[in-house]
């Protein structure tokens, strides 16, 4: 298997633009995670789904900050509007059950300007 | 709310050495444990997991060890190589929801050749 893909791996912006970054997990896993790590905050979940269905978003810093997984095999996080503070790495992960060992992609690098 | 420390926050040996890292969560009610691995501006590769019904598991040079009593766990590896060095990262899925890690900060390990 291909493992979890992410895209972009880097993304600079300028503060106030739209970001999204995309996700792909492994196909027949029914979990998919985003983390979010800095230096200083370590690596923090922001939202995760199951089978598709947003369970736990409270990790999610603000209202400029969405979600959404249309298919099985994609997912989508959204900042908008974008600000320097959101620099930071993020990760998707996925998993199945009965296990719940989670893979992470390689994430994607944002830099805010 | 669950807690996972690690410590120490770095460490270097030379090659060869047997070393164990430490982890330590505050809430014994967990599903399961996970250690990472993660090398500098890259993912997180998984390592090993312990279901909470187990006491131990073993990757090759890489004995996983859990205490949910104490609330601890720790990772053995044997024989250490400079290609063992990267961050090494503990998490835990808090009972009641097997889905969710909380990580901790991890330990920085540097092995000398």
């Known amino acids: 298997d291909a493992g979890v893909i992410q895209s972009p791996r880097h993304e600079v912006t300028e503060m106030g633009q739209e970001v999204t970054l995309r996700c792909k997990p492994i196909s027949g896993h029914d979990y998919l995670f985003w983390y979010r790590q800095t230096m200083m905050r370590g690596l923090e979940l922001l939202i995760y789904?199951?089978?598709?269905?947003?369970?736990?978003d409270s990790g999610m810093p603000e209202d400029r900050f969405s979600a959404k997984m249309p298919n099985a095999s994609f997912s989508t996080l959204k900042i908008q509007p974008s600000e320097p503070r959101d620099s930071a790495v993020y990760f998707c992960?996925?998993?199945?059950?009965?296990?719940?060992?989670?893979?992470f992609g390689p994430g994607t690098r944002l830099t805010v300007t | 709310k669950q807690e996972v420390t690690q410590i120490p926050a770095a460490l270097s040996v030379p090659e060869g050495e047997n070393l164990v890292l430490n982890c330590s969560f505050t809430?014994?009610?967990?599903?399961?444990l996970q250690w990472f691995r993660q090398d500098p501006g890259k993912g997180l590769t998984s390592l090993l997991l312990?279901?909470?019904?187990?006491r131990e598991q073993t990757s090759g040079r890489l004995n996983a060890s859990l205490d949910k009593s104490s609330g601890r766990s720790t990772l053995y590896i044997a024989a250490s190589q400079p290609g063992d060095s990267a961050t090494y990262l503990c998490a835990v899925s808090p009972g009641g929801g097997a889905q969710k890690l909380v990580f901790g900060q991890g330990t920085r390990l540097t092995i000398n050749p």
């Open positions: 809430d014994s009610a967990i599903y399961n």
């Open positions: 789904f199951n089978n598709n269905v947003p369970i736990d």
């Open positions: 992960a996925s998993s199945r059950v009965p296990r719940y060992e989670q893979y």
């Open positions: 312990i279901q909470s019904s187990q």
